[in-house]
């Protein structure tokens, strides 16, 4: 008896449907990361960061007490923990999004 395929019997084209789904599901979930938004505060929200699930920053907003140009490192640190704070939103989120883990839960 002869066994073609892959994977135990898997057939060609049933293989290439498979693949075709993972690519449909991939490009989906990418599109939903790049018009979804996270958004990361420090301070209480005296420095907010809106960036979007693939990390592209598209706002951040200073609140006029974060301002002190007495005290820059302060306002620099806050940035620092406000976009840290959106990107590991924005990393959660494409874990929760993409199938299988990314393309990573392939191998």
Do not use: C, H, W
């Not at 002869?2 to 449907?17: E, R």
């Not at 498979?18 to 938004?37: D, G, H, S, T, V």
């Not at 420095?47 to 005290?71: F, Y």
Request: no cysteine.
């Amino acid at each position: 008896m002869a066994y073609g395929g892959f994977g135990g019997g898997m057939n060609m084209n049933a293989l290439m449907q498979q693949a075709r789904k993972m690519q449909e599901q991939m490009l989906k979930a990418q599109e939903e990361l790049e018009n979804a938004e996270v958004i990361g505060k420090a301070g209480g929200e005296m420095v907010t960061v809106v960036m979007n699930g693939k990390k592209e920053i598209k706002s951040i907003k200073l609140d006029k007490t974060a301002v002190d140009p007495d005290d820059v490192e302060m306002l620099e640190d806050l940035l620092i923990v406000a976009i840290n704070d959106a990107s590991a939103k924005a990393d959660e989120m494409s874990k929760d999004k993409m199938p299988m883990g990314g393309m990573g839960g392939m191998f």
